[in-house]
């Protein structure tokens, strides 16, 4: 799905935090260009 593919990857510190959804996307054969976890209050 990811494959070739670079991603921005925005995490929630309260949901899915950002390292989480990036070793996902790395799994599934993307590149991460841009990484953070933020709090949305």
């Known amino acids: 799905m ?12 309260d949901g899915v935090a950002g390292p ?3 070793t996902c996307v790395e799994t599934a054969g993307g590149s991460v260009a841009f990484m953070a976890t933020e709090c949305f209050v």
Do not use: D, N, T, Y
Not at 8 to 13: A, K, L, N, Q, S
């Open 2 to 13: 990811f494959e070739g593919k670079q991603v921005i990857v925005i995490g929630e510190r």
């Open 20 to 22: 989480a959804i990036a």
